[in-house]
């Protein structure tokens, strides 16, 4: 599986960006996967529903399954947080994952950047930055991709992967 990452903070585009990449790569034909870190507390699961009770009950992974889709949920209960190979060994193969935010890992990635949000570029200080998508011009030592142009960056990161 081939992996690359769309880095960026907050507000600067990464789940829009991500969604159109995805929209765009499945259209070319390729297979897709996402993985998103978040840094709070986050539940898929609903208070009442009959999973939701079997983790309260003290589950230590609960699987809701359907004929639309599985839903696995896996309580960490004290212990680390699984890096992001450990995740990505749990995927089924696929042509592409889409990494969302991890911005420390050492997968190539492409930042989002949107001025009005008054953060600094994460490329200046990050090698794993090849690409910034951005909504406004830059001057960098990497290219610089219009945020809005999904064709030309997902055409960076099929040619940045071989893929």
Known sequence: ????????WKNAGKTGLMERLVTEF???GLS?????HAHHAVDVDQPRTDSHRHRQAGAQEVVLASSSRIAIMQE??????????DLLARLAPVDLVLVEGYKRAAHPKVEAYREA????????GN???RAVASDVPLELDRPVLDLDDIAAIADFIQRDLSL
């Open 1 to 8: 599986m081939k992996i690359y990452g769309v880095t960026g």
């Open 26 to 28: 499945t259209a070319r």
């Open 32 to 36: 897709v996967s996402t993985i998103k």
């Open 76 to 85: 960490l209960r004290g212990a680390p947080e699984p890096a992001l190979e």
């Open 117 to 124: 949000a008054g953060n600094p570029l994460i490329a200046a």
């Open 127 to 129: 090698a794993t930055v």
